[in-house]
């Protein structure tokens, strides 16, 4: 076979998984966790959108910094172990990790428990995120249900359902409230 007959198994092999691809946290240059991380047993019930009120990033480079300077933020001036976010989602269209799924977030404080923590990069208070990021964070929340990471009814919210903030900013829930899944209630 060539290598061209091997790229199109390989870009089938993708498109048949249907895997949304995941910068890893050592492909954005985390730092590891400065302190212990209570577990949570998956499949867990919420997905929980969310956004991180700054600059919004639109490449690989702009995005990985901004995940270090978040990370850094809430690890130095949160005193959160690690980042406190599950997922982050890029301008790019890029999903990046943030903490484990089996790990409890640190973002929606006692409703953290039982909770996916998605965040996208930027703030959407007035307009929404492109459609790149919306249809990766799409594929994501489909993908975590393949993967156990949420149950198949899972319950999808706003940050601001679950703690007193104006996350994930109105633009952004106006469209969520509009995904399958979507909740009123926790």
């Not at 990033?57 to 172990?81: E, I």
């Not at 198949?152 to 995904?179: C, D, F």
Request: proline content about 5%; charged content about 20%.
């Amino acid at each position: 076979m060539t290598w061209i007959g091997l790229l199109i198994v390989g870009l089938t092999a993708i498109t048949v998984q249907g895997e949304v691809p995941i910068v890893t946290r050592a492909e954005w240059n985390a730092k590891p966790p400065n302190g212990t991380i209570d577990s949570m047993e998956t499949p867990l019930p919420r997905a929980v959108i969310a956004h991180t009120a700054g600059v919004a990033c639109a490449d690989d480079v702009t995005c990985s910094q901004h995940m270090r300077n978040l990370q850094n933020f809430q690890m130095s001036k949160q005193k959160f172990s690690d980042i406190g976010y599950h997922y982050l989602i890029g301008g790019n269209g890029k999903v990046y990790e943030g903490r484990s799924p089996s790990q409890r977030g640190a973002f929606a404080g006692p409703n953290n428990d039982g909770s996916l923590g998605i965040a996208f990069i930027g703030n959407f208070e007035r307009r929404a995120p492109n459609k790149e990021a919306l249809d990766a964070a799409k594929e994501l929340l489909e993908q975590a249900v393949k993967q156990a990471q949420l149950v198949e009814g899972y319950k999808l919210l706003g940050h601001r359902q679950v703690s007193a903030t104006m996350s994930p900013g109105e633009a952004l829930y106006a469209l969520i409230q509009q995904w399958p899944n979507w909740s009123e209630d926790m």
